[in-house]
T-cell receptor, first 113, second 111 residues
Framework: QKEVEQDPGPLSVPEGAIVSLNCTYS??????FMWYRQYSRKGPELLMY??SSGNKEDGRFTAQVDKSSKYISLFIRDSQPSDSATYLC?????????????WGLGTSLAVNP | NAGVTQTPKFRVLKTGQSMTLLCAQD?????MYWYRQDPGMGLRLIHY???????AKGEVPDGYNVSRLKKQNFLLGLESAAPSQTSVYFC??????????FGEGSRLTVL
């Protein structure tokens, strides 16, 4: 079993839909959770960063962490064609320890006009 | 505002050939990283550096060497390329902690 599981999709939704992207993990020591967005033929870019449990909101994006279920989610409201990308979750036990980041495989999202 | 720049963007090699990928960052970041990204395998850390003159092995270092002679540059070398090294290579940089800034990737095919 991989430490981080992420459904690769592809996920296809109409413009304006609410999108839910998810990752599950097995290591209960993970405390820092990130979502990176990767456009086709580009490098990943940080979208959201959360610590421990709870929600964090940034515009149309909400990141949610449920440590009891070992489950993290990224919600996109009013999805736009420009949101079409691959979304990677990443997590670590220690703050800022990028050397020990564990990555999901990414979920491919297509938002259709 | 260049950020992280990788060269070359594309390269085709024959088995056994050598090459070097160059990464340059203009953000004065201490840490730099080389990843490879493969379908079904995700992002895997090859080597990283925590400062000028330092390098360390990541998850999949075999077949690669690195050097960080200048703070802004991080080189990834393949001494004898193998088909298994066909991949997309990403360089990233960060402060000592926090957000990773990635380059646009270098697509390498080894025939």
């Amino acid at each position: 079993q991989k430490e981080v599981e992420q459904d690769p999709g592809p996920l296809s939704v109409p413009e304006g839909a609410i999108v839910s992207l998810n990752c599950t993990y097995s290591n209960s020591a993970f405390q820092y959770f990130m979502w990176y967005r990767q456009y086709s033929r580009k490098g990943p870019e940080l979208l959201m960063y959360t610590y421990s449990s709870g929600n964090k909101e940034d515009g149309r994006f909400t990141a949610q962490v449920d440590k009891s279920s070992k489950y993290i989610s990224l919600f996109i409201r009013d999805s736009q064609p420009s949101d079409s990308a691959t979304y990677l979750c990443a997590m670590s036990e220690n703050a800022g320890n990028n050397r020990k980041l564990i990555w999901g495989l990414g979920t491919s999202l297509a938002v259709n006009p | 505002n260049a950020g992280v720049t990788q060269t070359p963007k594309f390269r085709v090699l024959k088995t056994g050939q050598s090459m070097t990928l160059l990464c340059a960052q203009d953000m004065n970041h201490e840490y730099m990283y080389w990843y490879r990204q493969d379908p079904g395998m995700g992002l895997r850390l090859i080597h990283y550096s925590v400062g000028e003159g330092t390098t360390a092995k990541g998850e999949v270092p075999d077949g690669y060497n690195v050097s960080r002679l200048k703070k802004q540059n991080f080189l990834l070398g393949l001494e004898s390329a193998a088909p298994s090294q066909t991949s997309v290579y990403f360089c990233a940089s960060s402060m000592t902690a926090g957000e990773l800034f990635f380059g646009e990737g270098s697509r390498l095919t080894v025939l």
